[in-house]
């Protein structure tokens, strides 16, 4: 089992920043690989981030790629998603996910194992 808490979402105008962080507990944190993803109402979740066991490769959706990053802290057991000039398409809950495929760093929700509960980001214009 793996347990993870998100937090770090909120309200911020358009061009603003913030930063979500992903508590992960339960299984040794480097032995997983860790995504970020997001759902606007009406919309199906999508990827936007993702980062290997080692934190050496990482992924990005096209929409987010110079404006996001993601790194992993493995001291804190933790996975984070900087995100700047934000746009109000930005808005949505965003997910952080775990995948214990110990293989390619994947990008589909349905490969990831383990989901955390959803903070909700909004971009104001």
């Known amino acids: 089992q793996v347990q993870l808490v998100e937090s770090g979402g909120g309200l911020v105008q358009a061009g603003g920043s913030l930063r979500l962080s992903c508590a992960a507990s339960?299984?040794?944190?480097?032995?997983?690989?860790m995504g970020w993803f997001r759902q606007a109402p009406g919309k199906e979740r999508e990827f936007v981030a993702a980062i290997s066991q080692s934190g050496l490769i990482t992924r990005y959706a096209d929409s987010v790629r110079g404006r996001f990053t993601i790194s992993r802290d493995s001291a804190k057991n933790t996975v984070y998603l900087q995100m700047n000039s934000l746009e109000p398409e930005d808005t949505a809950v965003y997910y952080c996910a775990a995948d214990l495929n110990s293989g390619s760093l994947r990008l589909r929700s349905r490969d990831y194992d383990y989901w955390g509960q959803g903070t909700q980001v909004t971009v104001s214009s």
């Open positions: 339960g299984r040794t944190f480097s032995n997983y690989h």
